[in-house]
Structure formats: C-alpha cells, structure tokens
C-alpha cells in the first residue's frame, strides 16, 4: 500500500459515571453499581477487551464482582445494545466493543489486537455496490468488515 491515509479511528472519550448511569437506564437496565463499574471499566480499556480484562479491570477498582458477574453484564449490556460483541477467530474468547459506532476492524494474527478501521470512501463503495447489486430479498443497513492479517511494519523494524 503506497497511500499512508491514516485511516485510524477519532479517539474514543470514555463517558463519564453518571453518563453511565444514563445509557444504563435508557437501554432499560437498571443502574447498580456493579453494572456501572463494568460498563466504566469497559470504556476505558481499548483494543476490544476480553470478559476476563474486563474483570481484571473492576477488582482493580476495588470490588469482588466475580467473573461470573461480568459475563452475564457484559451479555446484557450486548442484549441492551449498549455494546458489542466483535467476531473473532472460532474458538477465541469472545471480545467486546464499547464503541457501537459503524466501524470495520482489522485483526493482527500475531498479537491478538483488533484495530479499528475507518474509511468512508470503502463504505461508499460498499454501499455503491449493494445499491447497484443487491442482495436478493436482504436490505442491508449497516456492515462491518472484519480483516484479519498481521501488522507488517511491527516486524520489519530495519
Ligand atoms: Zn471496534
């Protein structure tokens, strides 16, 4: 690739506690402080935490939610649609992202990271070609793209 866009994502603000709170009764779940803190600890890590970084991440915060707890949180904040759960490879822990904006993701084979993309000359050409295309009797309304590969320039460090 010869262009050097850079095609990374606008910094992710980590909402405030009481935001929190908000999006928390807006999806229709109830606010409890457990609920609060792993929402909170979710924003705050990046690169698409796993359930269990999330849960390193509350006792960090000084509590003793078990992982248990996180699993089925993070569940219900998916279900709520308050975040989502990223594809990964079959058989990998499952990863969430607390930025349900429309976004692709490119994921490093190599160190497990899943990067987010962004381009919107790629989505005009997508939707260009679903426009002109279709997709038999399915409307599309949103897509995301997951690429897989490794990063080039972490190893070629000459
Ligand atoms: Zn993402």
Redesign the pocket.
């Known amino acids: 690739m010869s262009h050097s866009t850079d095609n990374t ?1 606008l910094p992710f603000t980590p909402p405030t506690r009481s935001r929190l709170r908000e999006l928390l009764v807006q999806a229709g779940l109830r606010a409890t402080q457990q609920r609060i803190l792993i929402l909170e600890s979710l924003t705050q890590l990046s690169g ?1 935490p796993t359930a269990e970084q999330v849960h390193r991440a509350v006792l960090g915060a000084s509590s003793s939610i078990s992982l248990g707890t996180v699993y089925k949180a993070l569940d219900s904040f998916v279900a709520a649609g308050l975040t ?1 759960r ?1 594809a990964v490879a079959e058989g990998a822990s499952r990863r969430y ?1 607390a ?1 349900c904006s429309e ?3 490119l994921f490093c084979t190599d160190t497990q990271e ?3 993309y962004c381009d919107p000359q790629l989505d005009a050409l997508i939707r260009d070609f679903f426009a002109t295309r279709g997709l038999r009797n399915f409307q599309p309304t949103s897509f995301s793209l997951h690429i897989t590969g490794s990063r080039r320039d972490a190893q070629r460090n000459e």
């Open positions: 994502h698409h989502k990223v992202d930025d976004h692709h993701h899943i990067i987010d």
